[in-house]
């Protein structure tokens, strides 16, 4: 059932920050609550590990946020820029089983969202469970299917982690509103 939603002074309990290399177990921890991945493999990840082949493979440009609450990771997400086709890749994406259903995880998708705004990107790529679809439609995230002609999917499989039984999502990112253009002059 989770924690209670936070009201008030409690909110102010919480920040979002990069992950210091001295919590990658506190976050593999998250990670091996919903993914059945390796640690060598996370730890790679969250070490930012450089390797040249497979591309997949290669985290130097990985990034993980953490969410914390009292010092405490609730939260973490693995993002990894793709200039070429100007894209972020969320990598993982989880919340402590114990702070499930709190809104912790509509909080950490808005700070991707922004991320991903802050480096001009168009749009935000992940993989997605059958059980976490759900969520992600309602962060406002569609299913991606791509053809043979399609060169950012031919990218994608190649330059993307692809775990099994999931399914490609993404969102858009939307465009500057013109009257928040027109006020900031």
Known sequence: SGTP???GP???ALEVCNMHPDDWEQVAT????HFQVEKDLVKDMLMQK????????????????????????????????????????????ATHKDHERCGFGSLLSSVVLHKAYEVHCDRILLRASKTATPFWSS???KGYTYGSSDLLGAYND???????ETCQMQRNIPVK?????????
């Open 177 to 185: 509103h013109a009257w928040l253009a027109f006020s900031l002059c």
């Open 30 to 33: 998250i990670y091996f609550q």
């Open 139 to 141: 962060q406002g995230f």
């Open 158 to 164: 190649h330059h993307c982690l692809i775990l099994p």
């Open 50 to 93: 450089y390797k040249a082949y497979p591309l997949a493979m290669n985290w130097q440009s990985a990034r993980t946020l953490v969410l914390k609450l009292h010092d405490k990771i609730v939260g973490a997400t693995t993002l990894r820029l793709h200039e070429k086709f100007s894209f972020v890749e969320v990598v993982l994406f």
């Open 5 to 7: 939603k936070m009201q």
């Open 10 to 12: 409690e909110c102010c």
